[in-house]
């Protein structure tokens, strides 16, 4: 069973950018989130998708988007970088509607903008 | 807007020794579920253990155990036999139980740093 990878480990970008992240998910599972963690705190839920469409979204700006493919994998994009989009960000999957399936995480991209 | 709060920011335990986290949380709800989670220097959230609120049983996993009270909303882990490998960060997490299908999100508190003394 392949779990949650997530590409690049590390990216330092520059204020004012772009940045796509990517997830590929833990086979069988449909669903996918991304939660931003900034230093010192507890991820913070960015938004999910569920059938290549988003499917609940926390409080974060249009610049923050996302996608999903028929294959499940999903990519995080952020536009305009700002000094304070510098965290971690997490990817999750699970086999949506499943309790018994909880959300299961990557090893996060931590992403740097100066 | 459900809250979860973590009042230790940081830990210690001896090895071997029992420790216990604290977490409580706010929610008009009924229907949730809670989770505590730990994230290793290797940044991966692993899940520990998880309670159904409907359920009064509290939930075991091996060395971990949890103290759930509904009524005053708190939900705290306990450790037993603590192990180096047990260090780590602890956060727990909060799901509502009306979520959509494909619309479930967590709430997390922001963590509690566990140090275990050889």
């Known amino acids: 069973e392949t779990g949650v990878t997530q590409s690049p480990t590390h990216l330092i970008k520059t204020r004012g950018q772009q940045v796509t992240l990517r997830c590929s998910s833990q086979?069988?599972?449909?669903?996918v989130s991304w939660y931003q963690q900034a230093l010192g705190q507890g991820p913070q839920f960015i938004f999910q998708?569920?059938?290549?469409?988003?499917?609940g979204r926390g409080n974060f700006p249009p610049r923050f988007s996302g996608l999903q493919f028929p294959n499940y994998s999903s990519e995080l994009n952020v536009n305009a970088l700002e000094l304070d989009d510098s965290a971690l960000y997490l990817c999750?999957?699970?086999?949506?509607?499943?309790?018994?399936?909880?959300?299961?995480f990557g090893n996060g991209t931590r992403l740097t903008v100066t | 807007a459900q809250t979860v709060t973590q009042s230790q920011p940081e830990m210690s335990v001896q090895e071997a020794e029992t420790v216990t986290l604290s977490c409580t949380y706010d929610?008009?709800?009924?229907?949730?579920?809670l989770f505590w989670y730990k994230q290793p220097p290797s940044r991966q959230m692993i899940l520990v253990i998880r309670?159904?609120?409907?359920?009064?049983q509290n939930a075991t996993e091996n060395r971990f155990s949890v103290n759930f009270q509904k009524a005053a909303k708190s939900f705290s882990l306990k450790i037993s036999d603590s192990q180096l490998g047990d260090a780590a960060m602890y956060f727990c997490?909060?799901?509502?139980?009306?979520?959509?299908?494909?619309?479930?999100?967590?709430?997390f508190g922001t963590g509690t740093r566990l140090t275990i003394i050889p």
């Open positions: 999750a999957s699970s086999a949506s509607g499943s309790y018994n399936s909880p959300l299961h």
């Open positions: 086979s069988g599972h449909n669903t």
């Open positions: 998708y569920y059938r290549e469409e988003e499917n």
């Open positions: 929610t008009s709800e009924s229907d949730y579920y």
């Open positions: 309670q159904e609120a409907y359920k009064q």
């Open positions: 997490a909060y799901r509502s139980g009306y979520a959509n299908f494909g619309n479930e999100k967590l709430t």
